[in-house]
């Protein structure tokens, strides 16, 4: 698999988008999801529709432990490299 960059800011923002319909203009890598105004819900089907987008998959463990976009980047390179 290739090493490519990926930019978890616009796949959650696409991702946010596609789910609810909801533009996240103001996503920084250092944005709290709890400041996005989404339901746990609504952040568990976005969060599914990225493992979706980039074909990983996050253990709900190390999802618990997400606060920030950054977080999520991390998760994302972890599950890239496991894969």
Known sequence: MASEEIDEVKVFKDAAFEVSGRKL???TL???LSELALDSVLVLEVVSQVEQTLSVR????DLAHITTMRDLGELIAKSRRAA
């Open 25 to 27: 203009d103001q996503l």
């Open 30 to 32: 250092d944005t709290k």
């Open 58 to 61: 996050f253990d709900d463990e």
